[in-house]
């Protein structure tokens, strides 16, 4: 039957960097790990070049003279996303047959993505990190309608190519399987993942509650709104550091609460030295804005790492007994008093645990090992069909 392990090639296509850095932030923690681990998996962004995507060391074979387009014009994006697609297509032509399972992140009503799929004699998945077409009518106006209208049709049609499903959690998995219901797609749940070693920031926890609240901007579905209403009927002392590009409104009401601490945009050994003194972290706290109960927002994963334990609105892709995440109102009384429970656990003790569980390597070597089974699987059908 020839060889026992697949190779794997796992490519994200982003056309434009300012679909944000959680994207680039993962596809490094998965190279790492499949490096650390020897397995025959590359992980490939294909986006237009920039001093982002160069110091990421994620390898791009983009061509060079493909830059980003002015982020302004729309017809610079669209001109670019059009150059970026075609690219993509003449290279993956050319590399695909090295490998025996091709996984692309699926790019919304794309046309050529059905086309590219079908003519491959390989297996080959799709990576899904949302449930696109609730997403895309959320959109403001006629374009949401419009996208959305188009990802009902192209987007089935590309689903139903593929020989596996991958999803974030386990809630876009159902979304995805009944699209093309009642076709039996395999489907497994591939989280984002963390750091694959503790680093625990230094314990600097005093008798006044701090939390941390962490967003590259706080969209609607981050609940922000929410928790300034509720801390503004809260007469107890507190500290809420707030990192990140917040609304106008937002900002305004911040501003005008003592116990509050914007700090703006903050890079990683910034938001380590912010986290010392907090006793937890906050995640999005109003998810069902998305439509969305189940989510694993990387800015859980980084929290647990620096040893905090965390709280959010939604259900998190981790274990039913995991001890350091728990789900909550938005409500600053009722956060506040969930940090007091874990106000005695050690910073390591919270980081030790929670890296055993979310680490990349181990989120990793969990899909590599089921999708070479599913592999081995189709190998032995062919040849006996």
Known sequence: MGRDLPRVLHVSLVPGIHQGVGILHQLRLEREAAL????????????????????LDVPNPAPRDLTAADETSLTSRARTNLRV?????????????????????YS?????????????????????????????????GLVGRARGAAETVVGRRTVREADVLLAVTSEIAEYELARVSPLPIPTLIYPNGGTNTPNPVIDRRGEVPELLFVASRFSPWQGLDLLLESLGKYDQSIVLHLVGTMSESDARRAESDSRIVVHGVADQEAIRRIAEPCWAGISSLATERQGLRVACPLKVREYF??????????LEELPPDFPFYARTTPDIGSIVEKAREWRSISRTEIASYATSVVSKKRILQQTYNELTDLWLD????????
């Open 36 to 55: 650390s681990l020897n397995l025959s998996w590359d992980t490939v962004l294909f986006a237009p070049q920039s001093p982002i995507i160069d110091a």
């Open 85 to 105: 697609k075609r690219s993509f297509s003449s290279w993956l032509k050319a590399v695909e047959e090295k490998y025996d399972i091709l996984l692309l992140r």
């Open 108 to 140: 919304v009503h794309d046309r050529r993505l059905a086309k590219l799929m079908s003519a491959r004699q390989g297996m080959v998945g799709l990576v899904h990190h949302s449930c696109e077409i609730p997403e895309l009518l959320g959109l403001d």
């Open 305 to 314: 790492s620096m040893g905090l334990p965390a709280v959010g609105s939604h």
């Open 378 to 385: 189709r190998q032995r059908s062919e040849s006996h069909g």
